[in-house]
């Protein structure tokens, strides 16, 4: 048998990129910082995003069914530190700057690249829901580093400078 804490510990160093998650819709907009997002096929396009159940935004991701994944960039630490934190959901949308794009979600302006998405299918696995996500649209930016989370703590990865070996 497997402990809980041995499964995190080896979880912990997988590196992950940071992503915030947002939702709008009859039920508010809320959002979450979250690192299990991952792709699951380019035809159709489609994410798949895991989230607590005793999450206090839970609910209202269930009855929006939308979602925004915002990959961070290098410069979004306080973003992600604010959406993971205990701030109301209004508070932490005063960190950065917000706009929809076709589902109505909230996509954070300067992310590394944002979804946006249809919830279609939700599975229950254990403490979690996964839900498997519609990629409706895509905004890139310009930024070259990823801010990524390994072994309890933030990174970055991105544009190295290339040195040309003669």
Not at 12 to 38: K, M
Not at 140 to 161: I, T
Request: aromatic share 8%; proline share 2%; net charge negative.
């Amino acid at each position: 048998m497997i402990e809980a804490t041995d499964f995190r510990d080896g979880m912990s160093l997988l590196t992950t990129a940071v992503n915030v998650i947002t939702t709008e819709g009859s039920a508010g907009t809320h959002g979450f910082t979250a690192s299990a997002v991952c792709s699951v096929t380019d035809t159709p396009p489609t994410l798949l995003v895991c989230m607590n159940q005793t999450s206090r935004s839970h609910a209202h991701f269930i009855e929006n069914k939308t979602l925004s994944v915002n990959v961070l960039g290098a410069q979004h630490e306080s973003i992600s530190n604010a959406f993971a934190s205990k701030l109301s959901s209004q508070e932490r949308f005063e960190y950065g700057s917000w706009s929809p794009l076709k589902t109505g979600a909230p996509v954070l302006d300067d992310a590394l690249v944002s979804f946006d998405c249809e919830i279609e299918d939700i599975q229950q696995v254990g403490t979690h829901s996964v839900f498997m996500c519609r990629v409706v649209a895509i905004r890139q930016s310009e930024q070259e580093e990823s801010l990524v989370y390994f072994n309890r703590a933030y990174s970055r990865v991105g544009q190295v400078d290339q040195v040309e070996i003669a």
